[in-house]
């Protein structure tokens, strides 16, 4: 891998991760009202991170065509 795809892989991952966390947390929130505190926080984080890299890794690749289009 190049300098520049592992720069860019980990800023998505980054970013992924940050936006999951938010997103996994405001679920708990509303479906179960527990308070968010530290251990919260901690196992929504480590819930969020294998699916970031799962996400990173295939679906973001340049080359994944989930939804071909057919232009013809």
Do not use: Q, W
């Not at 969020?48 to 996400?55: D, G, N």
């Not at 679906?59 to 994944?64: N, P, S």
Request: hydrophobic content about 55%; overall charge negative; glycine content about 6%.
């Amino acid at each position: 891998m190049e300098k520049k795809h592992i720069e860019r892989f980990l800023e998505f991952l980054i970013v992924g991760i940050g936006m999951g966390v938010v997103e996994d947390l405001l679920a708990v929130k509303i479906a179960t009202g527990v308070m968010i505190d530290l251990e919260v926080i901690l196992i929504v984080t480590l819930i969020a991170i294998p699916f970031a890299a799962f996400s990173e890794l295939i679906v973001d690749r340049e080359d994944f065509k989930f939804l071909k289009r057919n232009n013809k």
